[in-house]
């Protein structure tokens, strides 16, 4: 039953994905896009978009639209469909409830211990690796086009991506700001 293994991966991915919620959107595309294709990498990206302008953290967002969207894509209704996301959204978050409890008073006792201090070392290039892996595998033809297809959708796509990257890293816009730019450009521009 989808149910279980919607709680058997997104409990996975709870356990072992480091870094956040962006840390963790690759791992989330693979398993939900490629491993079990309960949905298409063109709704992953929607799920993306949408999980990124909600309130909340990115990971726990992209679970329960997943969740939904997987179960709502096997043919159920919109309870069944509103119990993925949930199911989901817990699996996710249940391996990292757990582990806090077991390791809050350890941790604060070890935490300045070489080796705990190693671990961490160790874990910040994966981290990095994380994000630039779940950027990457955004960069595709779904989200920019391609100039084979529609060299107009291409050309803004990419302008867009470059006044973003420009206008909240040099210019230091606000993120939010940018995405609302960048949306009433996308339909004034491409509708």
Known sequence: MIFFELFY????LGLFGFGGGYGMLSLIQTEVVNNHRWMSTAEFTNVVAISQMTPGPIGINSATYC????????????VMAVLGSFT???????????????????FLKYMNTPAV????AGLRPVVVGLLAAATLLLCNAENFSSPNVNIWQFS????????????TMWLKINPIRMICYAGLAGVVLLY
Not at 9 to 12: H, L, N, S
Not at 67 to 78: E, F, L, R, S
Not at 156 to 167: C, D, K, P, Q, V
Request: aromatic share 18%.
């Open 9 to 12: 991966t997104f409990f996975i």
């Open 117 to 120: 201090q190693s671990v961490f």
């Open 156 to 167: 803004i796509s990419i302008a867009l991506f470059l006044a973003t990257f420009i206008g």
């Open 67 to 78: 969740g939904y969207t997987a179960v709502h894509n096997a043919g159920y209704d919109g």
């Open 88 to 106: 989901a959204t817990f699996a996710l978050v249940l391996p990292s409830f757990i582990l806090m409890i077991l390791i809050s008073k350890m």
